[in-house]
């Protein structure tokens, strides 16, 4: 089992930026992959960034270049960092954990609200 729990969601004005992050505990060593997924109200949820165990990286188009996925080893934590904020940005964000065998985790969701 692992289990995932998000901090840091808010209200951000435009432009503005924040930091997510995910901390990891449980069966560390079975994740392969960690990453960042929204959900918008009446819209599906959506990958937002990843990042493997190998430190490969992948964006959705719509944050290249704005989102950054990091992680730290030593803290079992992975974070989002958010710049250029747009109110399109405005959705719940769940961390998300892909582990051996077959396996996926959910955090419970952090809110993120871009509003002037």
């Known amino acids: 089992q692992v289990q995932l729990v998000e901090s840091g969601g808010g209200l951000v004005q435009p432009g503005g930026s924040l930091r997510l992050s995910c901390a990891a505990s449980?069966?560390?060593?079975?994740?392969?992959?960690m990453g960042w997924y929204r959900q918008a109200p009446g819209k599906q949820r959506e990958l937002v960034a990843a990042?493997?165990?190998?430190?490969?990286?992948n964006y959705a188009d719509s944050v290249k270049g704005r989102f950054t996925i990091s992680r730290d080893n030593a803290k079992n934590t992975v974070y989002l960092q958010m710049n250029s904020l747009k109110p399109e940005d405005t959705a719940v964000y769940y961390c998300?954990?892909?582990?051996?065998?077959?396996?996926?985790?959910w955090g419970k969701g952090t809110l993120v609200t871009v509003s002037s």
């Open positions: 449980g069966s560390i060593f079975s994740i392969k992959a």
């Open positions: 998300n954990a892909d582990a051996y065998p077959g396996r996926d985790y």
């Open positions: 990042i493997t165990s190998g430190g490969s990286t």
